[in-house]
C-alpha cells in the first residue's frame, strides 16, 4: 500500500489546518509547502494554485504515479500553473505566519475530504486532495490540471488501480457504462402530417429510419 498512517492536525480556523481531520504526514507537508508557496509570492492568502503547488513540491509517490500514468507531466502542470499566479507586493498581511485559505481553497479541502469518505478511508490523503483540486473546477489548480488532459473520472479510475488493482477499476468502468445505460433517454421523434381537409396524422417513432419512411408514404397518397 501506499498510503500512509494519519495524523491528526489541529490547527486555527482561520488559516491553519481544518481542525479534527485526520491528515497524512505528506498532506500535511503539502499544506506547510503550499503556505510557503504563497509566502514567497507576498500573497495574503492560501488559494488552490498554492495547494497544487504544495502537492507537487511535496513529491508523493502516488501523485507522482498518477499523473504520469495518466501522460500528464508534474513539471509541465507546474510551470502552468507559475505562468497563471501573479506574485504580490510585501505587504504586513503577506508576511502573517498564519495565511487564511480562501473560499476556493476551503471547498478544496472539503472536496477532499468528501473523497475520502466515498472511498471509505479514515483519513485524508495525496490522492485525495488532488481529487479535491480537480472538483473545485473553477479555480487555477483545476484549469492547469484540466489543461493537461485530466478529469475526476480517471483520476479516480488510475488511483483505484495503482492502490487496489487493475480488478477493482475495471468494475467502476463497468458499473459506470451500466449508470450510463441506466439514464440513457431513448430515441423518440414526433411526425405530424396536416391534410388539405383539416384532419391530422400524428405519430411517435424511436427512429429517424421510421420517421422518414412514415413521411414518404403519407406523400404517396
Known sequence: MRSRPPTRILGSTTGGFL???DFTTRVRGALIKAREEAHRRYHEYVAPEHLLLGLLAEDDALVMDVLENLGASP???????????????????????????????????????????????????????????????????????????????????????????EGVAAAIDIDT???????????SIAVE??????????????????????LRDRSRE
Open 19 to 21: 481542525a479534527g481531520y
Open 75 to 165: 513539471i509541465e502542470i507546474q510551470t502552468a500553473v507559475e505562468h497563471m499566479v501573479q506574485n504580490g507586493q510585501p505587504t504586513v498581511r503577506s508576511r502573517m505566519p498564519d495565511l487564511p485559505y480562501t473560499a476556493r481553497a476551503r471547498v478544496v479541502l472539503d472536496q477532499a475530504i468528501a473523497a475520502a469518505h466515498e472511498f471509505g478511508d479514515g483519513y485524508v490523503g495525496t490522492q485525495h486532495l488532488l481529487l479535491g483540486l480537480i472538483r473545485e473546477r473553477l479555480g487555477i489548480a483545476a484549469q492547469a490540471l484540466t489543461s493537461a488532459g485530466l478529469t475526476e473520472p480517471t483520476l479516480r479510475r488510475e488511483i483505484v488501480r495503482l492502490l487496489q488493482g
Open 177 to 187: 457504462s451500466e449508470k450510463r445505460e441506466e439514464t440513457q433517454v431513448p430515441l
Open 193 to 214: 402530417v396536416r391534410y388539405e381537409d383539416g384532419t391530422l396524422a400524428k405519430r411517435i417513432f424511436t427512429t429517424p429510419d421510421d420517421a422518414i419512411g412514415f
